[in-house]
């Protein structure tokens, strides 16, 4: 699915995010995937959190774009505040976060798994 991942790093644009509840240590929810394309309303390529965690090592780039300013916002690791994994989260806060953009639409891949993070 993501053979980019072979070729020289790029940019890409996140979309839209997959969600799930994790229960520990209290509920909360992380962004579990992520889907990339040139359009808002279109994720062209669905990322599980693990891919898109190797792609930001391997010098790839991700960001959300606030189409209202046209500002590309980049998209870094961190770590989650409540449980301390890895997660991804947009580097400015501001009315444009990651973590209120549209659910993708596509049905769960089997294989995203936050163990492996
Ligand atoms: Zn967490």
């Not at 995937?33 to 693990?50: N, Y």
């Not at 190797?54 to 505040?81: M, N, W």
Request: net charge negative; with cysteine.
């Amino acid at each position: 699915m993501n053979e980019e991942l072979d070729q020289t790093p790029s940019t890409w644009r996140i979309v839209c995010v997959k969600r799930r509840i994790f229960p520990q240590p209290r509920s909360h929810i992380h962004i579990v995937g992520v889907g990339t394309g040139e359009s808002a309303t279109w994720a062209d390529l669905r990322w599980t959190l693990a891919q898109a965690l190797a792609a930001l090592k391997a010098g790839h780039t991700f960001y959300i774009l606030d189409e209202e300013h046209g500002q590309p916002i980049q998209v870094v690791k961190t770590e989650c505040r409540v449980c301390d994994k890895m997660i991804l989260s947009a580097i400015k806060t501001g009315n444009m976060q990651l973590e209120n953009m549209r659910e993708c639409v596509y049905q769960p891949d089997p294989e995203v798994s936050f163990s492996d993070s």
